[in-house]
């Protein structure tokens, strides 16, 4: 298995490249050289104990930044080895709050945390290698120690801006109002691996600022971000802290990291951006104002949980993919049961994989033999993370030389690497299979054992046709069967012939059904209008925009007078340019509000692609549209933003050309140009 590693470009100290057990005996003796000199005295016998022996070795002979570590932090370590790991992490916990204080820029923090989660790390490393603490132990100590430097980090950002008049508010215990952090992720679920990778979302209030404060909490806080990606991950040269994650970016220089809670409510509120309502739907508040951070999950539960299913297809194949880190089908089985049991069971959500394995076995969710196994697996490759991390010293999931097999195979207690990879690999493939079948849920198991139906066939027969469930689809299609008795003289057998073969055809069969069975129910005179645009040719076109542009195409039936859009007829006097299209489809006015213009660009963006799928419109004039109404939006939007803050203010936006402008998902590079004024308000 290969494996991701974020490493140093360089090393503090040269380190022998090749991990070599034949020189742990060397090491060992060095070591405790130097932990006598730190002791003042030798700590005789205690050391010679023989699973402090082997520990010893394993360290010295099977990693190489645990051991260089330990060589640098000499009494640190032979504490842990002799004491436990409880006195370091103490002394760790004392070190961190004696920085409530401190002040500086990132690499004044960097330097501050790194020497205080070394210590940290040599001593949980230990316990874990020795056996003192179990893997599960450990993680748990890991996560306290990350939140604890979260706080630290965040405090020491907040008050220095404070101290430089960027940020006008008052520090309550160290912590600024209206600002809290968020874990995701591992770090949410307290299944933290040394190195991270740290799932963090840091929030702030932008409406505790007016006017001039406002703009410059912003600039604050984008230079916060910045510095806390830095503080963690270190400079170029630098052994990490910890690899950062965030939902809202790639974090690029702290890009996504630190975010206005309106930014994130309305993320929240977009119907597409799912991925981030699932990372917030398992997050929690670890560090800074805990009451306001309360507060907003409270208030985003509703935006979260409430309006439709958390999972989607995108969230299905999220949950299907495959990575280099072993963790990664156990994390999905896990994920998958906190987002379709954490509406109705909230400790759900932040539960580890473990708990939640027990916890599905529990209340019914999981086979209890399945929980078990995947528990196990679990706990394994976490393992495997977590012995990789101690030996590089960075973000790894796995070995990635023949030295790093022998290193890693030992750490975890396995004679070879060939055994620990078979071991690795059947768990994995018994995490998918499981995954694999909670996916399918329990109707799956019921189906071997159903008798025979009133058209078995008709079910192989959807389903060969890519449908994914064939039963559930056969009686939707009865449902509209009497949709159509109901009509009126309108037989089915006359809007049916060839359609579910062409929903078959579209990319995505399954949604254009539910998109279809919505139309069918919202409209009153669908069913006779589906049957008029069968004998035009209309319906085919209807069918493949519902099956390949759903998400686009769904704001059409989403109400009765939308709906009625889907059959209009269409043809020569479809627009072929933006311009033309403008003419057709007029902004609302601006007394109308944004909403409406925010529902006029969702209707226009749908109509395009309606009639891009019926072939009524190139692709090159479909493009032409939604850049004009892109521009459109976006001119409407300066103009109620320049309104609103002074209507003769020299501002003017610009838009840069490229490929996709207007595209819906891509990127919109915008600027600003101002003329004349007082600098600052430029």
């Given at each position: 298995?290969?494996?991701?590693?974020?490493?140093?470009?360089a090393?503090?100290?040269?380190?022998?490249?090749?991990?070599?057990?034949?020189?742990?005996?060397?090491?060992?003796?060095?070591?405790?050289?130097?932990?006598?000199?730190?002791?003042?005295?030798?700590?005789?016998?205690?050391?010679?104990?023989?699973?402090?022996?082997?520990?010893?070795?394993?360290?010295?002979?099977?990693?190489?930044?645990?051991a260089?570590?330990?060589?640098?932090?000499p009494?640190?370590?032979?504490?842990?080895?002799?004491?436990?790991p409880?006195?370091?992490?103490?002394?760790?916990?004392?070190?961190?709050?004696?920085?409530?204080?401190?002040?500086g820029?990132?690499?004044?923090?960097?330097?501050?945390?790194?020497?205080?989660?070394?210590?940290?790390?040599?001593?949980?490393?230990?316990?874990?290698?020795?056996?003192?603490?179990?893997?599960?132990?450990?993680?748990?100590?890991?996560?306290?120690?990350?939140?604890?430097?979260?706080?630290?980090?965040?405090?020491?950002?907040?008050?220095?801006?404070?101290?430089?008049?960027?940020?006008?508010?008052?520090?309550?215990?160290?912590?600024?109002?209206?600002?809290?952090?968020?874990?995701g992720?591992?770090?949410?679920?307290?299944?933290?691996?040394?190195?991270?990778?740290?799932?963090?979302?840091?929030?702030?209030?932008?409406?505790?600022?007016?006017?001039?404060?406002?703009?410059?909490?912003?600039?604050?806080?984008?230079?916060?971000?910045?510095?806390?990606?830095?503080?963690?991950?270190?400079?170029?040269g630098?052994?990490?802290?910890?690899?950062?994650?965030?939902?809202?970016g790639?974090?690029?220089?702290?890009?996504?990291?630190?975010?206005?809670?309106?930014?994130?409510?309305?993320?929240?509120?977009?119907?597409?951006?799912?991925?981030?309502?699932?990372?917030?739907?398992?997050?929690?508040?670890?560090?800074?104002?805990?009451?306001?951070?309360?507060e907003?999950?409270?208030?985003?539960?509703?935006?979260?949980?409430?309006?439709?299913?958390?999972?989607?297809?995108?969230?299905?194949?999220?949950?299907?993919?495959?990575s280099?880190?072993?963790?990664q089908?156990?994390?999905?089985?896990?994920?998958?049961?906190?987002?379709?049991?954490?509406?109705?069971?909230?400790?759900?959500?932040?539960?580890?994989?473990?708990?939640?394995?027990?916890?599905?076995?529990?209340?019914?969710?999981?086979?209890?033999?399945?929980?078990?196994?995947?528990?196990?697996?679990?706990?394994?490759?976490?393992?495997?993370?977590?012995?990789?991390?101690?030996?590089?010293?960075?973000?790894?999931?796995?070995?990635?030389?023949?030295?790093?097999?022998?290193?890693?195979?030992?750490?975890?207690?396995?004679?070879?690497?060939?055994?620990?990879?078979?071991?690795?690999?059947?768990?994995?493939?018994?995490?998918?299979?499981?995954?694999?079948?909670?996916?399918?849920?329990?109707?799956?198991?019921?189906a071997?054992?159903?008798?025979?139906?009133?058209?078995?066939?008709?079910?192989?027969?959807?389903?060969?046709?890519?449908?994914?469930?064939?039963?559930?689809?056969?009686?939707?299609?009865?449902?509209?069967?009497?949709?159509?008795?109901?009509?009126?003289?309108?037989?089915?057998?006359?809007?049916?012939?060839?359609?579910l073969?062409?929903?078959?055809?579209?990319q995505?069969?399954?949604?254009?059904?539910?998109?279809?069975?919505r139309?069918?129910?919202?409209?009153?005179n669908?069913?006779?209008?589906?049957?008029?645009?069968?004998?035009?040719?209309?319906?085919?076109?209807?069918?493949?925009?519902?099956?390949?542009?759903?998400?686009?195409?769904?704001?059409?039936?989403?109400?009765?007078?939308?709906?009625?859009?889907?059959?209009e007829?269409?043809?020569?006097?479809?627009?072929?340019?933006?311009?033309?299209?403008?003419?057709?489809?007029?902004?609302?006015?601006?007394?109308?509000?944004?909403?409406?213009?925010?529902?006029?660009?969702?209707?226009?963006?749908?109509?395009?692609?309606?009639?891009?799928?019926?072939?009524?419109?190139?692709?090159?004039?479909?493009?032409?549209?939604?850049?004009?109404?892109?521009?459109?939006?976006?001119?409407?939007?300066?103009?109620?933003?320049?309104?609103?803050?002074?209507?003769?203010?020299?501002?003017?936006?610009?838009?840069?050309?490229?490929?996709?402008?207007?595209?819906?998902?891509?990127?919109a590079?915008?600027?600003?140009?101002?003329?004349?004024?007082?600098a600052?308000?430029?």
């Amino acid at each position: 298995m290969s494996s991701y590693v974020r490493a140093p470009h360089a090393h503090a100290e040269p380190l022998s490249e090749t991990i070599d057990p034949t020189r742990a005996a060397a090491a060992a003796q060095r070591w405790r050289r130097a932990l006598a000199e730190g002791l003042g005295q030798d700590p005789g016998a205690a050391l010679d104990e023989p699973r402090r022996m082997l520990a010893m070795l394993k360290v010295f002979g099977s990693t190489r930044r645990l051991a260089d570590l330990c060589l640098r932090y000499p009494v640190f370590a032979g504490e842990a080895f002799l004491n436990g790991p409880s006195a370091v992490l103490a002394q760790a916990a004392r070190d961190l709050t004696a920085l409530s204080g401190g002040v500086g820029a990132a690499d004044a923090l960097y330097a501050a945390l790194a020497p205080i989660k070394n210590r940290a790390d040599i001593a949980i490393a230990i316990a874990e290698i020795s056996s003192q603490w179990t893997t599960a132990q450990a993680t748990t100590a890991r996560t306290d120690l990350a939140e604890r430097l979260v706080e630290t980090a965040l405090g020491w950002l907040v008050r220095g801006a404070v101290n430089r008049g960027e940020l006008p508010v008052s520090l309550d215990e160290g912590a600024a109002k209206g600002v809290f952090a968020l874990a995701g992720g591992d770090f949410s679920a307290e299944d933290l691996a040394p190195h991270g990778p740290l799932d963090l979302l840091v929030v702030y209030n932008a409406d505790v600022f007016d006017g001039q404060a406002k703009r410059m909490a912003e600039r604050a806080f984008i230079r916060i971000s910045a510095e806390l990606r830095e503080a963690f991950e270190g400079k170029p040269g630098d052994y990490p802290i910890y690899a950062v994650r965030t939902p809202l970016g790639n974090c690029v220089n702290g890009q996504g990291l630190v975010e206005s809670a309106a930014r994130v409510t309305a993320a929240l509120s977009n119907p597409q951006q799912n991925p981030v309502k699932r990372w917030c739907a398992a997050s929690r508040v670890v560090a800074g104002d805990r009451r306001t951070g309360g507060e907003f999950l409270e208030a985003a539960e509703e935006l979260i949980w409430g309006k439709g299913e958390l999972l989607g297809e995108n969230g299905r194949a999220e949950l299907q993919k495959m990575s280099d880190d072993p963790r990664q089908p156990f994390r999905a089985a896990a994920n998958l049961l906190r987002w379709s049991l954490g509406r109705s069971r909230p400790f759900f959500r932040a539960l580890s994989a473990r708990e939640v394995f027990d916890a599905g076995a529990e209340t019914g969710a999981v086979p209890a033999d399945v929980a078990a196994r995947l528990s196990v697996g679990a706990e394994l490759a976490q393992t495997i993370v977590a012995r990789a991390q101690m030996m590089k010293g960075a973000a790894a999931f796995g070995a990635a030389t023949a030295d790093e097999e022998g290193a890693l195979a030992s750490l975890c207690n396995y004679s070879d690497y060939a055994s620990l990879a078979a071991a690795r690999d059947g768990a994995i493939a018994d995490a998918r299979n499981a995954l694999v079948r909670l996916l399918e849920g329990p109707r799956a198991d019921f189906a071997r054992y159903r008798a025979a139906e009133r058209n078995p066939d008709d079910v192989d027969k959807l389903q060969d046709l890519g449908f994914r469930n064939g039963a559930g689809l056969s009686t939707l299609i009865d449902g509209w069967a009497e949709l159509c008795a109901a009509g009126g003289d309108i037989r089915f057998s006359e809007i049916a012939p060839g359609l579910l073969t062409a929903f078959g055809e579209t990319q995505h069969p399954d949604e254009a059904v539910r998109l279809f069975d919505r139309m069918l129910k919202i409209e009153e005179n669908s069913v006779r209008n589906v049957h008029t645009s069968t004998r035009t040719g209309v319906r085919d076109g209807l069918i493949d925009a519902l099956g390949c542009f759903g998400a686009a195409v769904e704001p059409l039936v989403e109400t009765a007078q939308a709906a009625a859009t889907l059959f209009e007829p269409r043809g020569p006097e479809t627009p072929k340019s933006g311009a033309e299209w403008l003419n057709r489809h007029a902004p609302p006015k601006p007394a109308e509000g944004l909403a409406a213009l925010g529902q006029w660009r969702r209707e226009q963006i749908a109509r395009v692609a309606l009639c891009a799928a019926a072939g009524d419109m190139t692709f090159d004039a479909a493009a032409s549209a939604l850049g004009a109404v892109h521009v459109a939006t976006l001119k409407r939007l300066f103009d109620d933003a320049r309104e609103s803050v002074d209507p003769a203010l020299p501002v003017a936006l610009h838009m840069f050309d490229g490929p996709a402008r207007g595209v819906p998902g891509y990127n919109a590079p915008l600027g600003f140009i101002a003329d004349g004024g007082d600098a600052e308000k430029r």
